[in-house]
């Protein structure tokens, strides 16, 4: 940040998809937060939490519009039909990045303790753009979702993605880094995977999960499965690689079981057309993974191209007294 906010307008972005169970609570409990942080002069009067309904199908809304009448802290933003947590959330950042100095994004169970809300901002306030959440402690989650994330997150890095360990998607960012965001124009919404790549000073805050408050989660196994999937193959051309590193080495099996079959046929323990059906087996099949692969890496390429990522960030720049001066003159 180029000169540090004294007091910030803070945006919680909420995303809810069948939140009725849970909604009155964390509204109240949001609403005590933000007015001790106002109070305590860490943000601003005009600081708020806004509401994201993905498509719910119970009174999510319903709620939403209510207190919206009487909690001039609640704002909400209703999406026309179900797009995802992903796609939700992003929806409630790029609406709040005009009005706010910084946001956080917080799911609406309840899971994640609300009382890091005050760190982030001090965090902020100290100077950093983002401010990760980071889960202390699983204890509260099963042991098979424990064992699964943990596995996700091993081979996101294995296959060379930047995420933060057991950082999902609790987390400040300030007014220039969603600006940034909104430069990715990808389809495949993988934010966690994003964020990092955005760059600016950023820094970790902890914090202890706790169970889901009320309802049950949105994200059965499927999802999850294919959450994670998402996640991999759209940071990651390393399984395209994959075929081009069985291709080699099918190639390199082919050359030794050429090497046997000749000797074979040589020794003459062979049947008759057994050399040259072996040979064009191993061979041939090398061949097409080599060619797959090959393939392949166009294709990754072509996947990276139509991103259309941007390529860099400009942090700072800093105009030469020069060119300062024959602006005045
Ligand atoms: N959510 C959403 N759209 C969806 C699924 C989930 O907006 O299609 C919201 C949900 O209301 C919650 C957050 O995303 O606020 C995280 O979902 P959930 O708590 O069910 O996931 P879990 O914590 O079990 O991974
Ligand atoms: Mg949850």
Not at 49 to 59: E, I, K, P
Not at 129 to 149: E, L, N
Not at 249 to 260: D, H, P, R, T
């Amino acid at each position: 940040m180029d000169s540090i906010i004294s007091n910030p307008v803070l945006t919680l972005v909420i995303p809810c998809y069948n939140e009725e169970e849970v909604l009155p609570e964390t509204i109240s409990r949001l609403t005590v937060i933000l007015e001790e942080l106002a109070e305590s002069e860490l943000i601003s009067k005009h600081s708020k939490m806004l509401f994201v309904d993905d498509g719910s199908r119970d009174h999510t809304w319903d709620i939403i519009a209510s207190y919206n009448l009487k909690n001039p802290f609640v704002s909400g933003l209703k999406l026309a039909k179900n797009a995802g947590h992903q796609n939700a959330l992003l929806s409630g950042l790029m609406e709040a990045k005009e009005t706010s100095d910084c946001v956080i994004s917080v799911d609406a169970d309840l899971q994640d303790d609300l009382n890091a809300i005050r760190e982030f901002i001090i965090k902020f306030k100290e100077g950093y753009d983002i401010v990760y959440g980071v889960r202390k402690s699983r204890t509260t989650d099963t042991f098979f979702k424990r064992s699964t994330a943990q596995g996700f997150y091993r081979v996101m890095s294995k296959m060379g993605v930047n995420i933060v360990y057991n950082h999902a998607d609790y987390r400040l960012m300030s007014k220039r880094v969603l600006q940034e965001l909104s430069n990715f124009k990808e389809v495949n919404l993988f934010l966690r995977g994003l964020v990092p790549l955005i760059g600016y000073k950023s820094t970790e805050v902890y914090y202890d999960r706790h169970e889901r408050f009320a309802g049950e989660s949105k994200y059965p196994l499927k999802k999850m499965l294919a959450f994670a999937f998402d996640g991999i193959t759209s940071f990651s051309v390393t399984p395209i690689r994959l075929i081009s590193a069985v291709g080699f080495g099918m190639f390199g099996i082919s050359l030794l079981i050429a090497a046997y079959t000749l000797i074979s046929k040589f020794l003459g323990t062979t049947v008759w057309g057994w050399s040259s059906l072996m040979l064009s087996i191993w061979f041939i099949g090398g061949l097409q993974l080599v060619a797959l692969g090959l393939i392949g890496e166009y294709i990754g390429k072509i996947y990276k191209e139509v991103k259309q990522r941007p390529k860099y960030i400009i942090e700072t720049i800093l105009d030469s007294q020069s060119t300062l001066n024959t602006e005045n003159t």
